[in-house]
């Protein structure tokens, strides 16, 4: 699927694009992390969290979170989404695997930092690496034969 906002490839069973946060289903359901029964227009690049029309903020054509809008445009600026994994275990190999070749990931967990529940919202654990780290962690993960994990964005950008 292609993401109508960035043109980005984005996974099917994602409600939201990873590289820009918008909805990328039409799926009505998810609700916004702040405000339960608010119907969610796109989920923060950072972290994840979905967020309704009120909560969204946007910035160079990407949604975060209004919750901690100045921390995360200064994280994103630095850092690149370096994948997602819908498990905690496999996000934890792929940590464990840079930290042994001297890279330090940054993790964004929903289940670590939010309250909101929600069945369908995105559960995917995000994978952060300082920008002049990417390249290093791609040639890293594709040796270890984990290239699926690598966000297509990511791997666009080098």
């Known amino acids: 699927m292609i993401c109508p906002n960035c ?33 969610a227009v796109g989920a923060c690049v950072v972290c994840g969290m979905p967020v309704c029309g009120d909560c969204a903020v946007t910035k160079e054509k990407k949604i ?38 001297g890279i330090l990931p940054l993790v964004y967990s929903p289940k670590e930092f939010f309250d909101f529940k929600s069945e369908r919202a995105d559960s995917a654990v995000r994978v952060f690496v300082v920008k002049d780290d990417r390249a290093h962690a791609i040639t890293i993960l594709t040796e270890l034969g984990l290239e699926d994990f690598i966000h297509i964005e990511t791997i666009q950008r080098l």
């Open 64 to 101: 975060f979170c209004s919750r901690n809008i100045g921390t995360h445009i200064v994280f994103l600026d630095r850092h690149a989404l370096l994948g997602v994994s819908d498990s905690e275990f496999e996000a934890d190999v792929i940590v464990s695997n840079l930290k042994a070749n």
């Open 7 to 39: 043109s980005c490839p984005t996974k099917e069973e994602m409600h939201f694009c990873l590289n820009c946060g918008a909805a990328v289903s039409t799926i009505a359901e998810i609700e916004c992390g702040n405000h339960p029964g608010a119907a």
